[in-house]
């Protein structure tokens, strides 16, 4: 099992904080640390220090950090036009020696548009459908040729489709837990199809959803990074996963019921579980950015463990 660390900096972090918590994570060898890419706080709650941009501060940790893989989960299409994006990620790319993955879906929260003047169509996933073509498009497009799209919402005439990602082809995460059309997607476009805090008897069926899709296209599912996220919160007894809850503003059983919470034999319980359905890959969200002995704990007492063949 792969395990990531994922945070939601719109909740309340600096860049300082979200670097401090992507160089442990590097330092205790979790693969990845991956953003949400949101510019408004979700809930009540201090609105301090405010948004930090998803891809300028990916562009920043991939100077500082050499071996982590670094992402979204996921940006939204609503945020960027898709030949400006595929530049910004092809950027990144190149800035951090090829460790970017770019998780894209079609955004749903309306209110951080309004607050910063982005537009907000009612319905998005023609966009979405439409950005995945051009990205993966001009990143495919050889050099010394052209890419052109004419479509509903986009049109691109005569692009030189540069600069090129190191990585070819760069990881594209699609994300989301509809039943049909974001399996399609992922057959067609993406390297990693992600479930986002699924309801846990949901996720195999979910997984045979994509593996279908895959099939109905012709590519073989086993092509594919099956992975999900949940909140993490892990103690070492009752009382300290207690603590870290209420940091969080969460209850103990709740996160236990519907995240990865417990004690670390209770983690690695619900991994093992996971792996069971078929996810080899887990983005811990962790919501206290602050709390850099969380991500020790679990690298020592749940990462540590985790079976080799597994």
């Not at 699609?174 to 399996?183: L, M, S, Y």
Request: charged share 20%; with cysteine; aromatic share 8%.
């Amino acid at each position: 099992m792969d395990l990531r660390i994922f945070v939601e900096p719109q909740q309340g972090a600096t860049y300082g904080d979200q670097l401090a918590l992507a160089q442990r994570a590097e330092q205790l060898g979790f693969s990845g640390f991956f953003r949400s890419d949101h510019y408004l706080r979700m809930g009540a709650g201090d609105p301090l220090p405010g948004p930090t941009d998803a891809w300028t501060t990916l562009a920043g940790l991939a100077r500082e950090t050499s071996t982590i893989r670094l992402g979204t989960l996921v940006s939204s299409a609503t945020f960027r036009l898709p030949g400006v994006l595929a530049i910004q990620v092809a950027q990144v790319d190149e800035m951090s020696g090829g460790r970017v993955e770019l998780g894209l879906g079609a955004g749903w929260f309306a209110e951080e548009h309004a607050a910063y003047g982005i537009p907000f169509p009612d319905k998005r996933f023609g966009l979405l459908t439409e950005q995945l073509e051009i990205v993966t498009g001009l990143w495919a497009t050889p050099v010394g040729e052209t890419f052109s799209h004419s479509g509903e919402h986009y049109q691109l005439t005569d692009s030189p489709a540069l600069p090129k990602p190191v990585q070819s082809p760069l990881p594209v995460v699609v994300g989301g837990n509809g039943p049909r059309r974001t399996p399609r997607l992922a057959a067609r476009f993406a390297a990693e199809y992600n479930q986002s805090f699924p309801e846990k008897a949901a996720v195999a069926a979910q997984r045979d959803r994509v593996r279908a899709a895959c099939e109905e296209v012709g590519r073989d599912p086993d092509e594919l990074v099956y992975s999900a996220a949940f909140v993490a919160c892990v103690g070492r007894d009752d009382a300290e996963v207690a603590r870290r809850a209420a940091v969080i503003g969460r209850d103990p059983e709740e996160l236990r019921r519907n995240g990865l919470a417990g004690t670390p034999q209770e983690v690695l319980d619900g991994l093992a579980a996971l792996r069971e359905q078929g996810i080899t890959r887990v983005y811990l969200q962790c919501l206290d950015l602050g709390d850099l002995e969380h991500l020790d704990l679990v690298a020592s007492e749940v990462m540590a463990h985790l079976p080799a063949s597994a």
